[in-house]
């Protein structure tokens, strides 16, 4: 007959790395346009209501994007918002760009910041529709979006700086990165009836790079494969 086993008998559990134990992943929250702000919410219906009578349809609801990710290193919140200085605050600020035009941009009133914010917060997140929306639960898909926050176009917000057929907005930045990381943007929209004006726009100067960043490497590819060739040649030779 076997005896019991003892307490230092018992198998053991297999011992969990920190980042193992952490829920990462990369969460979208869809906030309403102006939500908290009176004049925003005016200004957004009154472009609404031009757009919508420009291009003969239904006026829609307008939504503003934010992301939260949450790593191995913390989570962080990811968003634009206006320039703001209060003393002793840091806010995770990234890069910053004109509003309007860059003339303007010399004036902190016409400036964005984009934020990379480490346990952040996103104003009136109580205001968001359905959200959060997973995007990703993926370790690397997590630590290349943040990494790719630092290289975001500091386009000028409200134009299409970058010919790509719609204004850049905080919306571009979002899907420029969903994009950039190698997740499906595709699979992505706004509530339903719902609009996010610059959406497309970040879609496109993200495909854009991208191929950039392929025919760098491809041609980068040829030239160290020609000097390689070149240099073999020259040693038979010798």
Sequence with gaps: MSSPRTGAE????????AAAEVDQGIDLYWLPLGAGGHSVRVNGRVFEAIQAARERRPRRALYHAALEVRSS??????????VTRPAGTDRGVVSEGPVGSRLLGRFRLFRYELRRWQD???????EAVSSPARLSDDPSAVRRLLELVAAVPPCVWGR????????????????????????????VA???????PGWRAGVVAARRAQRQAQL???RA??????????????????
Aim: with cysteine; aromatic share 4%; proline share 7%.
């Design 190 to 196: 706004p509530p339903a009836d719902g609009r996010a």
């Design 73 to 82: 290193g913390g989570r962080f919140v990811i968003e634009t918002a206006p």
């Design 160 to 187: 299409d700086e970058l010919d790509v057929g719609e204004m850049w907005t905080s919306n571009s930045v979002v899907s420029w990165l969903i994009t950039r990381s190698g997740l499906s943007v595709e699979s």
């Design 120 to 126: 952040g917060v996103i104003p009136d997140v109580a």
């Design 10 to 17: 018992r198998p053991q559990r297999p011992h969990l790395s």
């Design 216 to 218: 760098g490497f491809a």
């Design 221 to 238: 590819s040829i030239h160290a494969c020609s000097s390689r060739t070149k240099a073999g040649a020259t040693v038979s030779e010798i």
